[in-house]
């Protein structure tokens, strides 16, 4: 039935989308670890292709605490 493969693509979609903020979110954390350890937020932003304020964001969000950081 063509709902089938509906369903799967769906299902394949959402896994992907679960994937992408889990990968968002280490990408994060290693943003933030990497300027506590030194790493400048020019040398971050070549690095990571991010903009500056996102990266500056990120920093500041690891800071708080936050649950979240992208």
């Known amino acids: 039935m063509a709902a ?3 369903t799967v693509a769906l299902e394949d979609y959402h896994r992907a989308q679960d994937e992408l ?3 968002r979110n280490r990408l994060a954390s290693a943003i933030a ?4 350890s030194g790493l ?3 040398e971050s932003v070549e690095l990571t292709g991010y903009p500056a304020d996102l990266v500056v964001r990120i ?6 605490g936050a649950d ?3």
């Not at 670890?33 to 506590?36: C, D, K, L, V, Y």
């Not at 920093?59 to 708080?64: E, G, I, P, T």
Request: proline share 0%; glycine share 10%; aromatic share 0%.
């Open 21 to 23: 903020v889990q990968a």
């Open 40 to 42: 400048t937020q020019d």
């Open 4 to 6: 089938d493969g509906l």
């Open 33 to 36: 670890g990497a300027a506590m």
């Open 68 to 70: 979240r950081l992208v």
């Open 59 to 64: 920093c500041s969000a690891a800071r708080s």
